[in-house]
């Protein structure tokens, strides 16, 4: 049977799933609520002396009929006093000995670090979360992302806070940076315990295009956003693998970025992650979205005989290597099962306008299944991702297996193109149609008219 | 299933006869439309008779531009919101959506249709403007869809149009021969008068064309002239007991329906003769007022001509089949009906069915006395008019489409052919 517990520099959970410090941990109340739902740990909403907010604060990036694909939002940290949270905190602890608790800060002078860091941990905290990576509202104040961009200040401020530490010190990174591992570095030269990332990124959500107004909208203005859900998702990733491989970065990493089920779980943790935490898919469907997560984890660690989330914890880094690496002798190329496919046409017209006219469509109006010209296909995907039936277009290998030659081989052996001319080009034999061929391709009647010229 | 009470009153009425196809919410249309697969050389289009940029339309209304997916509905169909609700769709563009390939439901193309017409409509949005005159006039014979989407075009090219409607009411079948639940007098009243006031063409109702004085003023007045006269009154079945009283044809039951409502009289059994969709749409109606229905149908379920979900949809209502079995006389005692006397056309035994009204859906006669007026217009032996390929007839100053060329197709097959013939007369008339 699956063990979920995990350990994040001392940090006990009963399970990697902790709720990201935001708005569902802004109370003792919703902590607990969520503590007895199943999740097993939460940082709290970052505490700090306590701002005043805006009316109209999130804004929702929808896809067709998905609401919250993205997510914006312009709340600051808390803004209600230490004493209440502090409080609090020591209820759920008292409450809740086993789960995690953790607190977000957000302070400005070494006083005040020192001053909050003996408070929260007087109340009963596991361990703290800097908030390094909140990118509006605060960063102008000289907090948040300010220093999360700031290396040197970050370290700084990181030494002080374990100057005095006796709880495991988390630093949170913000992704509005060009290279994440660069705090990730200073976080483990000024001492952190553990990273997490990412903070949310600066964001304009959408603008309303009848009032000339982003989103959200604060009476006619709005300011930029941090942006997170479901499709910040891939970004957080690569910053994860990023800090995970980086040799200087050994410290625990805790993974945020658009989690919303087992399945993102278990990506952020085979990148490397040691507990995952989550904010937007609780905002969107509440607390209960736990039962989900835990029970596919606990499946997926069954069926791959994973006792512990150490044993997978990180297990695709050693799959994640530099492009020059990858073996220029693999070959796939697309194959659609006739008997799935629906007719759509849809992998013909990607591949037509925007790969590379692989796809070809009979001549027989009737039938309406395209077939693949495996001369042309390059094995780009483009086909098997816009598919919209289960299983229909697969890649197929086409290579022996037993060959490797990587551009690094090829830049030893001097095989690389290196002039613009070059009869090494990748392409040079490729087949490609003659420019005016667009003009004469037959296309569907309501199309409209070819522009004259 | 099936039980329908007497409507006493209207709302009674329209909900006995509730809409099949509702209009769509904006959260309906908003979840519908994200499922649409913008298919390549989409099936659908293919499809639609009237040819409508189906997936583009659709993918405008996902992007909150409804007007702009009205605009493309009617570009190609001048009954945009009326196809949307009376259409086979079943058997056109959703029928061809690539959903059915697969487990997937189909796309309510015809739903998301009517919703983006009804906002241009409600909202009675301007989405064109007459060309500046061109100096030529065409007239009109029947303000049904082939004659208004004829005149819809032509207007949009600066044609002066003047329609001549036989009946009170504009559109022809659509408000007097669908079946109410496939959309209310309502409805279609809306979309006509929302065409006539950005088309500005003139109708002229109650104006039957019939001596040939008529001919001759219209000869001399106009350019052009189209005919859209549809179909005439139920042809006769040619047996036994037809002049009885409570024997009526389907076309005028359901015009009386629709006109009439809750105040039709409806009697306690009623035989409906005919297997096509017209049956179809008389049992299901009858059933709906209350009445208890048999359909009798001289061939075998499956050669019914109707479609599937039509007999379906007359069948849930609570009508019932019967099959093989040929009218031979309709029956009555002084002088009153009592039943029809069928005859098995696989056996040859006869019986007779007790009812108190028949209603015959056996085909609609050709209105061949006004063709005739007019002169040099070829028939066919069935009495269509024959026309080319640019809806001219042999008379070349006419025009012709619709059920009088077809012989009784679709509203939509009528709305994209009435267009077609448009675009023939502007062609006659300004060839070079």
Redesign the interface.
């Known amino acids: 049977m699956a063990d979920l517990k995990t350990n994040l520099a001392g940090i006990k959970s009963p399970n990697p799933f902790w709720l990201a410090s935001a708005p569902p941990t802004n109370s003792g109340y919703q902590i607990m609520k969520a503590f007895d739902a199943g999740w097993g740990g939460a940082v709290w909403k970052t505490l700090g002396v306590p701002v005043v907010n805006v009316s109209s604060r999130y804004g929702s990036l929808n896809y067709r009929n998905t609401r919250m694909m993205g997510f914006s939002n312009i709340e600051l940290i808390t803004d209600r006093p230490l004493r209440d949270n502090l409080r609090e905190i020591e209820e759920v602890k008292k409450r809740f000995p086993n789960h995690a608790v953790i607190a977000s800060l957000m302070v400005e002078t070494k006083e005040e670090w020192h001053q909050i860091m003996r408070d929260v941990t007087n109340a009963g905290a596991d361990g703290v979360e800097l908030n390094f990576g909140c990118p509006h509202g605060m960063c102008e104040r000289g907090m948040g992302s300010a220093v999360g961009q700031e290396p040197k200040v970050l370290k700084t401020i990181v030494s002080w806070v374990k100057e005095v530490a006796t709880i495991p010190v988390i630093v949170k990174l913000t992704p509005n940076i060009s290279d994440i591992t660069r705090p990730a570095v200073a976080a483990v030269e000024g001492g952190g315990d553990a990273i997490s990332l990412i903070n949310t990124i600066q964001s304009i959500i959408g603008v309303d295009i009848d009032n000339f107004v982003p989103y959200p909208v604060v009476d006619g203005k709005s300011t930029n956003g941090g942006y997170c859900g479901p499709v910040v998702k891939p970004i957080a990733m690569n910053m994860l693998k990023n800090c995970a491989q980086h040799p200087q970065v050994k410290i625990p990493i805790s993974g945020i970025g658009g989690i919303e089920n087992w399945r993102d779980a278990v990506e952020f943790i085979l990148l490397g992650a040691t507990s995952v935490q989550v904010c937007t898919a609780v905002m969107h469907y509440g607390f209960g979205i736990i039962r989900e997560m835990i029970a596919g984890l606990e499946q997926y660690m069954d069926e791959k005989g994973f006792r512990t989330l150490d044993d997978f914890r990180g297990k695709a880094l050693q799959n994640i290597l530099h492009w020059e690496d990858l073996n220029l002798k693999y070959k796939v190329v697309a194959s659609i099962n006739e008997d799935k496919c629906i007719g759509c046409q849809l992998c013909y017209t990607a591949c037509e306008d925007g790969a590379h006219q692989a796809i070809g469509l009979s001549d027989d109006v009737l039938n309406r299944k395209p077939h693949i010209i495996e001369e042309n296909c390059v094995g780009c995907n483009l086909c098997s991702v816009v598919c919209p039936v289960e299983g229909c277009i697969t890649m197929e290998r086409r290579d022996s297996g037993n060959e490797s030659l990587t551009w690094k081989n090829r830049t030893l052996a001097g095989t690389v193109p290196k002039t613009f001319d070059d009869e090494l080009a990748g392409g040079l034999h490729h087949w490609v149609p003659e420019p005016a061929d667009a003009l004469t391709k037959k296309k569907p009647r309501h199309y409209g008219a070819v522009a004259a010229d | 299933m099936g039980e329908f009470k007497k409507p006493e009153s209207e709302k009674e009425f329209s909900e006995n006869f509730a809409q099949i196809k509702p209009l769509m919410s904006d959260t309906g249309a908003?979840?519908e439309s994200?499922?649409c697969?913008?298919?390549?050389?989409?099936?659908c289009?293919n499809a639609c008779p009237t040819?409508i940029?189906i997936p583009?339309f659709i993918r405008q209304i996902?992007s909150k531009n409804e007007i702009g997916a009205a605009k493309t509905i009617y570009d190609s169909n001048y009954f945009g919101y009326a196809c949307g609700k009376v259409c086979p769709t079943e058997v056109l563009c959703e029928g061809a959506c690539?959903?059915n390939?697969?487990d997937v439901k189909a796309i309510e193309i015809g739903r998301l249709q009517t919703f983006a017409t009804s906002k241009a409509i409600s909202q009675n949005k301007k989405i064109y403007s007459p060309a500046k005159p061109n100096g030529k006039k065409v007239a009109v014979i029947g303000g049904g869809p082939a004659g208004i989407s004829c005149a819809c075009e032509l207007r949009l090219h600066g044609f002066d149009v003047d329609i001549f409607e036989a009946k009170e009411k504009p559109s022809g079948l659509t408000v007097h021969g669908v079946a109410p639940y496939k959309i209310t007098n309502e409805e279609v009243l809306d979309e006509i008068n929302y065409l006539e006031k950005q088309f500005q063409f003139k109708i002229y109702y109650n104006k039957n064309i019939l001596v040939k004085e008529d001919i001759s003023n219209l000869e001399k007045n106009y350019d052009a002239i189209f005919i859209g006269i549809g179909l005439g009154k139920t042809a006769d079945l040619k047996i036994k007991g037809e002049d009885l009283e409570n024997v009526f044809g389907a076309v005028e039951f359901v015009e009386k329906l629709r006109m009439n409502h809750h105040n039709t009289t409806i009697p306690e059994k009623v035989i409906v003769l005919g297997g096509g969709n017209t049956a179809m749409d008389a049992a299901s109606e009858c059933s709906r007022m209350g009445a208890q229905v048999i359909l009798a149908y001289r061939r075998s379920k499956e050669e019914m001509p109707a479609y599937d979900f039509e007999y379906e949809l007359a069948k849930s209502v609570g009508a019932k089949g019967i099959f093989s079995v040929s009218p031979v006389e309709i029956v009555g005692e002084n002088g009153k009906l009592t039943g029809v006397k069928l005859k098995s056309t696989i056996d040859g035994n006869e019986f007779v069915e007790s009812c108190d009204w028949v209603i015959k859906a056996t085909g609609q006669s050709k209105q061949v006395e006004l063709l005739n007026l007019i002169g040099n217009i070829s028939l066919d032996e069935k009495g269509k008019i024959i026309v080319d390929r640019n809806f001219q007839t042999s008379n070349k100053k006419y025009f012709a489409a619709g059920d009088a060329v077809s012989g009784g197709e679709e509203v939509v097959n009528a709305v994209a052919n009435g267009k077609k013939a448009a675009d023939g007369i502007s062609e006659m008339l300004f060839k070079k």
């Open positions: 908003y979840y994200s499922r697969l913008f298919c390549y050389d989409a099936p289009v040819g940029d583009l996902n690539v959903y390939n697969t």
